[in-house]
């Protein structure tokens, strides 16, 4: 069943819409994300990103050339104060085949960790065993997660910046195990299209400070950034994004990456090359034809 909204949409709203389902449908395609037949997890937060995510991946199975299973899946990590009513609701409201989850996470890592510190590893490290148990005892092929386009570039830039590695969120994902296909439908998606549709489609938010942490500093200053950039230099964060299918490993440093040490150059003609790969005068020839004018 189709999410309805609650008013009638005015035609910002479907115009909206249909940006995100171009969007996503699109990365679908250009990944190979879901085929026919398969059973797709979808992991719902109580959040905007994965309400939009469930939502889009409805109204996309009804047009869609091929079938497949969508089952909303819920972790409630017994946090205090949780509302663990409101997804069993929702889902049931809207006809949607639903699991949830529960595991005392939270105790665990209140546990493990000493207060004031940050938790979001080992909660997440928790979540994914949890989420990948879930998915084999349902038969999902495919778990899908709402990760958008600014979560994969803050994410880039947080290993850039502090990893000293370029390793982003793939669309595409094959677990440790091989037993799973992790995806992210909304990989093309800006947040400030899915920030407006869930304010339109007015889906019952659970706040995410429940837990009582906040985000880990490095990323609110990658978000920071970005919007920076995003507000100077409109067109940046967009140019980013494509950047990330468009790599030259020839251009960068990773021997694993491009065989560098055996890298030889052609057979030599005995003659320079006119022009380089820009039509200039390579320097070194420059440098020669200089030099035979010096010595005339």
């Known amino acids: 069943m189709i999410d309805p909204i609650i008013q009638p949409p005015s035609k910002n709203f479907i115009s909206l819409e249909k940006w995100l389902l171009r969007q996503i449908g699109k990365a ?16 719902v937060s109580g959040g905007k990103d994965s309400y939009t995510l469930l939502s889009c991946l409805l109204a996309l199975r009804e047009r869609a050339p091929v079938d497949f299973r969508i089952v909303a899946m819920n972790l409630d990590q017994r946090q205090p104060g949780f509302p663990e009513d409101v997804l069993p609701a929702y889902f049931e409201k809207m006809g949607i085949e639903y699991r949830i989850a529960t595991e005392d996470t939270y105790s665990i890592v209140k546990s493990k960790i000493p207060e004031g510190k940050t938790s979001c590893s080992l909660c997440s490290r928790l979540r994914r065993g949890i989420i ?18 600014e979560d994969i570039l803050e994410t880039l830039f947080l290993n850039m910046f502090f990893g000293g590695r370029i390793k982003a969120m793939p669309p ?25 549709y869930a304010r339109a489609k007015a889906f019952p938010i659970i ?38 299918k468009n790599v030259t490993p020839s251009h960068l440093g990773d021997s694993r990456l491009f065989d560098f040490a055996h890298l030889e150059r052609d057979a030599d003609s005995g003659e320079y090359d006119k022009y380089d790969e820009s039509g200039n005068v390579p320097e070194k020839r420059i440098f020669l034809a200089g030099s035979r004018r010096h010595h005339t």
């Open 28 to 43: 679908i395609a250009d990944y190979n994300m879901i085929g026919p037949g398969d059973t797709v997890m979808v992991c």
């Open 132 to 149: 990948y148990r879930t998915a084999r005892e349902i038969g999902a092929t495919r778990i899908a997660l709402g990760h958008h386009r």
């Open 172 to 196: 595409k994902l094959k677990s440790d195990d091989g037993r799973h296909i992790v995806i992210r439908p909304m990989a093309y998606c800006a947040e400030a299209d899915i920030a407006r």
């Open 207 to 244: 706040p995410c400070t429940l837990c009582g942490s906040q985000e880990n500093a490095q990323r609110q200053q990658i978000k920071a950034m970005l919007r920076d950039w995003e507000r100077l230099y409109p067109g940046r964060i967009e140019s980013l994004a494509t950047s990330l």
